[in-house]
């Protein structure tokens, strides 16, 4: 009776969604789909692409795509968000619309500087809130130009 309660215990271990989850420093060493850095939002993977080369502060594009942990497409019809965008002495905080399929966008000014830091919050439909910290322009693992660490 033991060994088979050991089983189970196993059995639903390993189908808990925390085992599936990622942590955000693994996500960092994963190329992100669409050239984003991508976090961890609950039961979600959000994707936050920001302009990387907008060397003034300007009308920018703040694009997030929603996965699940396996990486399928969340679709975003009727979600709503919002991305607070911080990049050297400017914040920015844009309202995200429902921009087709996973995706959802919105502009903000801000230039691209390597202390960015973003925070989106999204909502979808019949979901609770859930929330995510990026460092979107910061070197990674998975840049092939990051530094090694010897």
């Given at each position: ?5 050991a ?20 996500l ?7 050239g984003?850095?991508?976090?961890m939002?609950g ?10 080369d907008?060397q ?40 995200l ?6 995706r ?22 019949g ?24």
């Open positions: 009776m033991k060994k088979l309660n089983l189970i215990f196993l059995l639903a271990a390993l189908n808990s969604p925390m085992v599936l989850s990622h942590s955000d420093e693994y960092d060493t994963q190329p992100a789909p669409n984003g850095q991508m976090r939002a039961a979600y993977h959000y994707e936050l692409v920001v302009a990387k907008s003034a502060a300007k009308e920018n594009p703040v694009v997030v795509f929603v996965t699940d942990h396996g990486g399928t497409k969340i679709p975003t019809a009727g979600a709503r968000g919002t991305a607070t965008i911080l990049a050297g002495k400017l914040k920015a905080t844009v309202n619309m429902p921009d087709g399929d996973n959802l966008k919105g502009y903000a000014k801000y230039a691209s500087t390597p202390d960015m830091k973003g925070a989106v919050t999204l909502t979808l439909p979901k609770k809130t859930e929330s995510a910290r990026f460092t979107p322009l910061a070197k990674t693992a998975s840049d092939p130009h990051a530094r090694h660490k010897h």
